[in-house]
């Protein structure tokens, strides 16, 4: 026999009552949930069949539409080039990976941090675990300071500096040189430097800056503050995680101060591993703090544009910092200090 309340007031149990509503609470909070959340997914589901961009991303094998923000970014400013190190924070599921993967290959590499487990797009290293944890961070910095971990082997050239050491082309393209041009070293620019000499400056800084641990050429992050795990603490599934760092909670105020600190964070990352021209490209949702985020982001980089892509829906409050070309010297107290 089942009880009910209302059988426990006819019986008369002292007490009873109450322990049967507090045991029929849980159950009853977690319908409801379940309704909301399938009339969430519904109305999602609806949004996406509507959606251009959604539809243009399956078509083209791309991981989500996401992937167009990027796209239309670069196609703008021109952030990659072949043979570029990447870092894509917030990667899941891996859109904006599929863009860098495509525009720094051949001998590019890219890698994705999350906090939620996601099939990684080809070519793209990943570390799963949360970006704001200094463990995180040291394993990051960790697996860059190889400069050929997680890059196809380089093909080597007819070029070399002048102890030898033979020059790669991702090394010739940053230096700005080609074949011919190295035929040409013996001509001398105003400076009186041979060509061969300037090369070897350049180079020289990079190795420099390699040994500082600055390796990256372009940061990404599009990492949006996760929610609060309720339900769903069984699902263990890669295509379809529960534990998302790209929601919102439809509150403003928050939604904006957390994007604050996840910027905040990846600038700090960029400080210390961004070289010298490298760029930066960044989610935020907007508020009263962004100005200040954006006036620390120009005295690290030469240029700072704010886009609101067309890819990006009208009614969010999302929009994107493109910082260009790492300054050579920054001080660290105009950069690296909270909002």
């Not at 099939?119 to 970006?131: A, H, L």
């Not at 990051?140 to 997680?150: D, H, I, M, W, Y």
């Not at 964070?265 to 021209?277: E, P, S, W």
């Not at 010297?329 to 200090?337: H, Q």
Request: charged fraction near 30%.
């Amino acid at each position: 026999m089942v009880l009910h309340t209302h059988h426990v007031r006819r019986i008369g149990i002292p007490g009873l009552e109450g322990c049967l509503r507090h045991a029929l609470l849980p159950r009853t909070l977690e319908s409801v949930q379940t309704r909301l959340s399938s009339s969430s997914s519904k109305v999602w589901q609806n949004r996406q069949g509507r959606d251009r961009f959604a539809r243009e991303a399956k078509v083209q094998g791309l991981k989500s539409r996401a992937a167009f923000k990027l796209l239309e970014i670069n196609e703008k400013y021109k952030i990659f080039k072949k043979g570029q190190t990447v870092v894509d924070l917030g990667y899941a599921p891996g859109s904006w990976s599929q863009v860098a993967v495509d525009r720094t290959s051949p001998n590019g590499r890219v890698l994705g941090i999350d906090i939620i487990p996601a099939q990684p797009p080809k070519g793209v290293s990943t570390i799963q675990g949360n970006f704001l944890s200094s463990e995180i961070q040291a394993q990051v910095k960790e697996f860059l300071s190889n400069p050929a971990r997680g890059r196809p082997r380089q093909q080597k050239v007819f070029a070399a500096t002048e102890d030898g050491d033979a020059l790669t082309e991702e090394e010739l393209d940053d230096a700005g040189m080609g074949y011919i041009d190295l035929q040409r070293e013996a001509n001398i620019d105003d400076s009186g430097m041979t060509r061969s000499e300037q090369l070897s400056g350049r180079l020289s800084r990079r190795q420099k800056e390699e040994g500082e641990g600055r390796m990256v050429d372009v940061v990404l992050s599009d990492m949006s503050a996760p929610w609060e795990q309720t339900t769903g603490f069984w699902k263990r599934s890669l295509s379809d995680p529960y534990y998302r760092m790209m929601n919102t909670s439809g509150m403003n105020f928050r939604d904006h101060a957390g994007s604050m600190d996840l910027c905040m964070a990846a600038l700090h990352f960029c400080y210390d591993t961004l070289r010298t021209g490298g760029h930066f490209v960044c989610k935020f949702y907007q508020g009263s703090e962004d100005k200040a985020l954006e006036v620390q982001l120009r005295n690290l980089f030469h240029k700072v544009h704010r886009e609101k892509p067309e890819s990006s829906r009208s009614e969010s409050r999302e929009a994107y910092f493109v910082a260009l070309r790492r300054k050579p010297e920054a001080e660290p107290g105009n950069v690296i200090k909270e909002l």
